[in-house]
């Protein structure tokens, strides 16, 4: 069936750092959510795209159905952003949402 | 703006019991609310996805005998976990949004604990 493949499942990264956590689908996706699950363990939006980048602040993702993965780039990181993030793509089916299993971000002093 | 509630965010049943959960959209019109399950170690499992003027549908290892769903309106929605036992204990999220073409909210969960 659809997956979803995200990396690195942990991250480690000083403050000021960046990085970039990737999900890559096993088929064609319709679209792409990330989410930052928070302290109290809601599911945050972070991004929604059909296609193409989006930039936030210190974040910005992209999403490439046709290559089938979606990437979220991290900048100057700070404390804050230490959390699990993931991913979740709409199948073209269904246009449920299939998660990635999340990458455990720690952002360090 | 957009928000998903859900509620009881814990909850604790003896094995074997049945416990409900609720979930309310606010601020737009839920035309399908998606249930999921996060278990231990594990990322999040879709159960079931019910959609505005069409049947529940169940993924495979659901069903609708083991978690009846109540989709009355779209703004609220409600699930039971039937006869539950210790594989049935987890997170429960409530994904809910307004159309296909747009992003999905999700509610803080209720995690169900079962003794």
């Known amino acids: 069936g659809d997956q979803v493949e995200q990396s690195p499942s942990a991250l480690s990264l000083h403050e000021g750092t960046g990085s970039a956590l990737r999900c890559n689908f096993t088929t064609t996706m319709r679209a792409v959510q990330w989410f930052r699950k928070n302290s109290r363990g809601s599911l945050i939006n972070l991004f929604y795209?059909?296609?193409g980048t989006k930039e936030n602040g210190r974040l910005k993702s992209a999403f490439d159905s046709k290559e089938r993965y979606s990437t979220l780039h991290i900048r100057d990181a700070q404390l804050e952003d230490s959390g699990t993030y993931f991913c979740?793509?709409?199948?073209?089916?269904?246009?449920?949402?299939?998660f990635g299993s999340g990458t455990q971000l720690t952002v360090m002093p | 703006g957009a928000l998903v509630y859900q509620y009881p965010r814990r909850t604790i049943c003896k094995s074997g019991t049945s416990m409900r959960m609720e979930c309310q959209a606010v601020?737009?019109?839920?035309?399908?609310v998606a249930w999921y399950r996060q278990s231990p170690q594990k990322t999040f499992e879709l159960i079931a996805l019910s959609t505005v003027n069409s049947a529940i549908k169940y993924e495979q290892n659901f069903t609708q005998e083991k978690f009846p769903i109540s989709h009355p309106n779209l703004s609220f929605s409600s699930m039971t976990v039937l006869n539950a036992y210790l594989e049935d204990r987890g997170l429960y999220l409530c994904?809910?949004?307004?159309?296909?073409?747009?992003?999905?909210?999700f509610g803080p969960g209720t995690r169900l604990t079962v003794l």
């Open positions: 795209l059909a296609s």
């Open positions: 979740a793509a709409a199948s073209s089916g269904s246009w449920q949402l299939i």
């Open positions: 994904g809910a949004r307004e159309g296909v073409l747009y992003e999905q909210y």
């Open positions: 601020g737009f019109q839920a035309t399908s």
